[in-house]
């Protein structure tokens, strides 16, 4: 320990030409040492170089970018003294980020917990899901009353998930082009539940896992709590770094990869088939389990929805592929229903962790969740209308509030991963908690604290009027006059 902090050296290494492809055009184009120190600070704040990478040597990097041994001296001695690498005789050089740099408000994304005083009922951007469809929860519940006086003559435990449930959610992936027999379904308390469950079977405390960078919020906690190592792939608007995916696969050889391949949360990014492939292929020869997260799958904006992940794997990835999903987003998170789709051998697994916590899922859940399966492809396609409205709507309040601020609008998905331009959105989002507005703060989604500063997830879950009402918020909180706190420090040769 050192000022109180443990001091860690590089857990894996980044090559010249890996991290040359990540420079900015303008950088290659002429190499000055302050130039490149500042794109490699920016990506490592934006998640695409992680923490504690060793860089490459600095004659290697001159080589690989074209510029003077000098250049780069200078540059990592920038780095270094700014707080952003460290380097140790033998062991070189590696990602940091300055001490004390440490995201405030962690509690952003625990919801806005009702009015504040004056009756303001504020806006809750900070969950990425809508209400139920009108009237589709009632008529479930009325379809799904007549089973329950066979079903409450039994005792009512299922561990596995009611046998129907089972072989409906097993027919929809076989719809979907992944042959699936009902024994390799567990039925759970939605995609988090069958998360932490697959994580408590597979992982001990220590082991490494890898992650998409940014990823899922409540996923990394899972891991933190788990006591997981965890690695990323870096997913940036220009989609999966696969080529640096697949060195830090086969350099740290984790015990599990989670992905969110089908408008990932929270970019909306959709994986091509062939980086598909590629991330089967890698796994499977490094022996990870890859877990796929669908919950969002279903929501397919401007392109259809895609096959399972693991349909390109030889036998349906049985021997590494593990698929996860729930009705949280096509129909309703308060409906606590989701599952896991893997080989039958590790659903009898998984079902004994999960005995070990909960005993069985809802009945009445299932129950409701039959009707709606079955009428799944007749009503989600209003739903996806609605949110492409409110897509549209969002973007138009953006443009109207928010001009200075960039995004792409993903195919699918809930939300917008907005850039600020600058690395406020820790203080942007705790001064809009004040003005009644709640909201993911970038840093939330980043594998390494502190990182995607310069981010926010904005989504379009709610009707126009309200969105207007939240970016009409942040925007005022945003341009209010008294000069937001960078959660960065500013380099010291940034003019
Ligand atoms: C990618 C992803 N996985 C899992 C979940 C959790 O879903 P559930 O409500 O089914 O537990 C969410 C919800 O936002 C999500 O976006």
Redesign the pocket.
Known sequence: MANGRVVQTADRTMGSRQLAALLPADVLARPGYRALADAVRTLILDGRVALHVRLPAERELAEAVGASRATVTGAYDLLRESGYVRSRRGSGTWTELPDGHRPVGAHALLGAGGHSADGDPGVDLA???MGAPEGSLADALARAAPRLPGLARTPGYHPFGLPDLRSVVADRFTRRGLPTRPEQILVT???????TLVVSLLCRPGDRVVTENPT?A??LDALRHARLRTGSIAVSDAGWDMGIAESTLRQTVPRLAYV?PDF??PTGALMPPEQRLRLLATTRATGTWLVV?E??ADIALDVPAPAPLASLAPRGGADHVIT??????THW?GL???WIRAGAKMITELTAVRVSADMTGSVLDQLVALPLLDGMDRELPARLTQLRIQREALVQSLRRHTPEWSWQVPPGG?SLWVDLGEPVSSALAERAAAAGVHIGRGARFGVDPGTFEHRLRIPYTLPADRLDEGIRRLASAFHDGVPLASAVERPHWVA
Do not use: E, M, P, W
């Open positions: 969950i990425a899901a308390a939605g995609a988090q539940q069958a998360f899922y409540n996923a969110i990932h949360n997260d919950t969002i996860i999903g729930s009705l949280s987003k998170g606590r229903v989701g809930l």
